[in-house]
Nanobody
Framework: QVTLVESGGGLVQPGGSLRLSCAAS????????MAWFRQGPGKLRDLVAD???????RYADSVKGRFTISRDNAKNSIYLQMNSLKAEDTAVYYC???????????????WGQGIRVTVSS
């Protein structure tokens, strides 16, 4: 069984920074695209950024220039460095990944439990 565990959320003032981490635990044979999504109050869950196994990256327009996604394949982990945070970045952030738990298995999509980020003075 595979789980994704996020950490690093919390309360931060506008203009501040936070770094989110997500680690895949359990039996992980392969990791494909990994991503961060977020869901603000009363909003749908939207893509923040994703990164392929080859390192190709996409960002939502709203976070370009402020957020940086990265991954460490040796640690089965991804990170989201968030700078210049704004009130509108307040949301629950979810880690997402396509994971293969066995060399004969197909990739499956997994979600973390979510971690809250609140940007407020």
């Amino acid at each position: 069984q595979v789980t994704l565990v996020e950490s690093g959320g919390g309360l931060v003032q506008p203009g501040g920074s936070l770094r989110l981490s997500c680690a895949a635990s359990g039996t992980v044979f392969g990791l494909a695209t990994m991503a961060w999504f977020r869901q603000g109050p009363g909003k749908l869950r939207d893509l923040v950024a994703d990164i392929t196994e080859d390192g190709d990256i996409r960002y939502a327009d709203s976070v370009k220039g402020r957020f940086t996604i990265s991954r460490d394949n040796a640690k089965n982990s991804i990170y989201l460095q968030m700078n210049s945070l704004k009130a509108e970045d307040t949301a629950v952030y979810y880690c997402n990944a396509d994971i293969q738990y066995h060399f004969r298995s197909a990739y499956r999509n997994y979600w973390g439990q979510g971690i809250r980020v609140t940007v407020s003075s």
